[in-house]
């Protein structure tokens, strides 16, 4: 049997006990199973021989041997004839803790990005701000090169009242540019989605109209979009994400879903939803999770403070 199985006696004399756990013990302790309860010691306190090692502390746990296979061994009393006996059981667990171990190193792929994601989104407005001082600094550094060029041509040739008119003019111009375009234009919260949608891959389509004139049902649109951009990649593996906006003369309804595949269960909620879900309840708005047939997740917020959706 590929399974290891031992039964005993409470003191740990064996009754039975197959080919499979006879050999796990002679690798992980160097001796025959002589004793059951000796054995299962070794095994709960993880003093193994060399080159094998106890991955989890547990009610059941889990040994690694030196070829690097797993198995996991649990032990419970069990009633044969009106008696207890000690029953071991060691289960090989090599293909699952390798699939745990992809999974484990997909996990912190995605973790990586979404690292960066939100890197990005604390980065990108100082960063277009940089570059857009760049660029006024390099367009008035031009402007103002050329009207003091023009400024001196000028008073060497003895310019007249028109011409210094002009000039003054030009002057009057650059100060006024210089006030006005010394600081950067604000980035809106739609060019900071799309361009973190656009760094992992996805395209961000919007229908309807964000709310302008409402700031607090347009930043838990955005946030909401930050999730479901978030959920997309992490989950879906989607190339585009969609979100919705329609109103009425009470509220705003938003609807995030996405090309990617379709949830297989339910959706359980992480801390990202259920922290948005309860900010939107405390605004009076509602979050709703539809799994299947597609997956959507749909935000309906009061235009007004204090005012509850049904």
């Known amino acids: ?43 709960s306190s993880g003093e193994l021989c060399a080159g094998a090692k106890r991955l989890t502390d547990t009610e059941s746990p889990i040994l690694q041997l030196a070829d690097g296979a797993t198995w996991c061994f649990s032990h419970r009393l069990i009633e044969v004839e009106k008696k207890q006996v000690v029953q071991l059981i060691a289960t090989d667990t090599t293909d699952l803790d390798k699939l745990r171990h992809r999974l484990t190193q997909a996990n912190e792929k995605l973790d990586k990005m979404n690292a960066r994601l939100i890197h990005h989104g604390e980065n990108i407005a100082e960063v277009t701000a940089k570059e857009e001082r760049l660029a006024t600094k390099m367009r008035l550094h031009n402007e103002f090169g050329h009207i003091l060029l023009y400024t001196r041509r000028s008073l060497a040739n003895e310019a007249d009242e028109k011409e210094v008119r002009n000039i003054l003019g030009l002057w009057r111009r650059n100060v006024r540019v210089l006030r006005a375009e010394l600081e950067p234009k604000e980035i809106t919260m739609l060019e900071h989605l799309q361009g973190a949608a656009a760094d992992v891959g996805i395209t961000l389509k ?19 979009g930050s999730e479901a951009l978030n959920n997309a990649v992490r989950h879906a593996e989607a190339t585009e994400l969609y979100i919705s906006i329609s109103e009425t003369e009470s509220h705003y309804t938003a609807a995030f879903s996405n090309n ?50 049904d």
């Open 1 to 43: 049997m590929p399974t290891g199985l031992c039964f005993g006696t409470e003191s740990g004399i064996v009754i039975l006990v197959n080919r499979t756990m006879e050999r796990l013990c002679h690798t992980l302790t160097g001796h025959d199973l002589q004793d059951v309860s000796a054995f299962w010691e070794r095994v």
């Open 260 to 309: 990617g595949k379709v949830p297989e269960s339910e959706i359980t909620e992480g801390g990202g939803l259920s922290s948005l879900r309860a900010k939107i309840k405390g605004q009076g708005g509602q979050l709703n999770i539809q799994s299947l047939p597609f997956y959507q997740m749909t935000i309906t917020l009061p235009k007004r403070k204090g005012v509850k959706i």
């Open 206 to 224: 919007v229908d309807g109209t964000i709310p302008k004139d409402n700031k607090d049902s347009r930043l838990f649109i955005f946030t909401a």
